[in-house]
């Protein structure tokens, strides 16, 4: 379980940032900086860091790791949030990265991780992405099908800059309790191998003298609140060989609203490692890919109301929407809000915080209860760091919102907002 610091123990409920408060005027503070003044310095929507929480939450997995095995790599799963200042920052923590394309490793290195602690995912990578990965020194290319695994391999002949440390990776029919969208481990899945395909690739990289086959990888999906589902998934794949390294992806979910409660880091970490050591056997170098469980948390995203409407339902409109948080249409996601400057108010009736787009699924919170919401407030929703500017777009000509890191009182732009010139910059 993740503890504030004493000085901190007086922070919100567990959905927001570590060391989040109310001053005495009722106002939410983020990283000693008051969540209005955010707003009125650097606009809105705007994305909201918490420094120490991302970097609380890293020390966290990596000593619950430590504590637990000596073989082992943390390391951020960056699709959750692809910011160079993000990369810079877990870099400094000392873990690995892994990343699901060509642009994702090209803003990893920028963000000054070491190509050999960088593994490729992708379960349609190209060959200018293979080369790429190939030239940058990658330590670890995930091989998701056959065709993938020829590709490489072609690559690597190629090359000649000897042979490819591969990992094969595996759906082992283990579906958690989590939505459709980002479920990842059932048999009938986009991604890996099941475990009769997986023993033909593993045959296949072993005797290719351009692939050096470590181990398996395997992620079963996203967002997961039961630890049930990881440990059957590592049974699952026990028979498939004894190999050196298991790559267990991420998946530990977080409370996006006051009502979930996912395991503690420690829990999340003692249950896979158990895993390995109960169904495959000790000495495993054991690889977890925590994305999400890092980042979102960290995150809030800050709107000024724009609109509000009265028919069957009450509106609070505000100036963002699908453009900076697309879970809510995705996926159902549920999130809370506030109006920044009440923070102690008593809650209002019920209504809802839509955003500005033309489709009627943009409602960033189906149900809020804001203390007489009015035009012109503040309103904060947490657990934004993950998925937000990573699914950010220009839907109606939004303009992407900048990212504030924050920390001890000092807010810093890490991401500018993009301008209406950023709109036509590609035009030819």
């Known amino acids: 379980m993740i503890r504030p610091p004493m000085a901190l123990a007086n922070q919100l409920s567990h959905v927001w940032p570590l060391g989040s408060t109310v001053d005495d005027r009722g106002r939410l503070t983020l990283g000693g900086c008051d969540a209005v003044e955010l707003a009125r310095e650097f606009g809105t929507p705007a994305y909201v860091v918490v420094v120490d929480d991302i970097r609380t939450r890293a020390r966290a997995f990596v000593e619950a790791f430590r504590a637990r095995t000596e073989d082992f790599e943390v390391s951020f799963a960056s699709k959750a949030f692809p910011c160079t200042a993000v990369y810079r920052l877990l870099a400094s923590e000392g873990i690995g990265c ?18 050999a602690r960088i593994t490729l995912h992708g379960n349609a990578k190209s060959e200018d992405e293979l080369r790429f990965a190939r030239d940058c020194g990658v330590g670890a290319v995930v091989l998701d099908s056959l065709h993938d695994l020829q590709r490489l391999e072609q690559t690597v002949a190629e090359d000649g800059r000897g042979a490819q440390t591969v990992l094969i990776r ?15 481990g059932q048999a009938d899945s986009k991604f890996g ?17 351009h692939l050096d086959l470590d181990g398996l990888h395997m992620h079963i999906g996203s967002q997961l609140l039961d630890l049930q ?23 530990l979910g977080v409370a996006y609203t006051a009502d979930q409660h996912p395991p503690s880091i420690e829990d999340y970490v003692e249950a896979k490692v158990g895993a390995v050591e109960e169904s495959i056997g000790p000495g495993k ?18 709107y000024t109301v724009e609109t509000i409407k009265q028919n069957v339902s009450t509106w609070v409109a505000v100036d963002g929407g699908m453009s900076d948080n697309l879970r809510p249409m995705l996926y159902g996601a549920r999130y809370e809000a506030v109006v920044a400057d009440r923070m102690s108010a008593p809650a209002g009736a ?9 489709e009627s699924s943009d409602v960033i919170v189906a ?23 990573a699914m950010a777009n220009t839907y109606n000509g939004a303009l992407r919102p900048p990212v504030v890191f924050v920390q001890d009182g000092d807010a810093t732009v890490v991401v500018r907002r993009e301008t209406y010139e950023d709109l036509t910059a590609r035009d030819v």
């Open 193 to 209: 191998f099941g475990p009769d395909a997986a023993r033909e690739a593993i045959a296949l990289a072993q005797a290719s003298p």
């Open 98 to 115: 892994d990343v699901a394309g060509g642009g994702e490793l090209a803003l990893a290195l920028r963000g000054g991780f070491d190509p």
């Open 350 to 358: 019920p209504c809802r915080i839509t955003g500005k787009h033309c």
């Open 229 to 251: 589902p990881f440990r059957d998934a590592v049974a699952a794949i026990a028979d498939l060989g004894d190999f050196r390294t298991y790559n267990l992806g991420g998946g």
């Open 285 to 302: 170098r054991i690889v977890d890919e925590p994305g999400r469980a890092l980042v979102a948390n960290a995150g809030v995203t800050l």
């Open 170 to 184: 595996v759906t082992p029919d283990v579906r958690g309790d989590t939505h459709a969208g980002i479920s990842t």
């Open 367 to 389: 149900e809020a209860h804001l203390p007489d919401p009015r035009r012109g407030d503040i309103i904060a929703t947490p657990v934004t760091g993950a998925y937000g500017h």
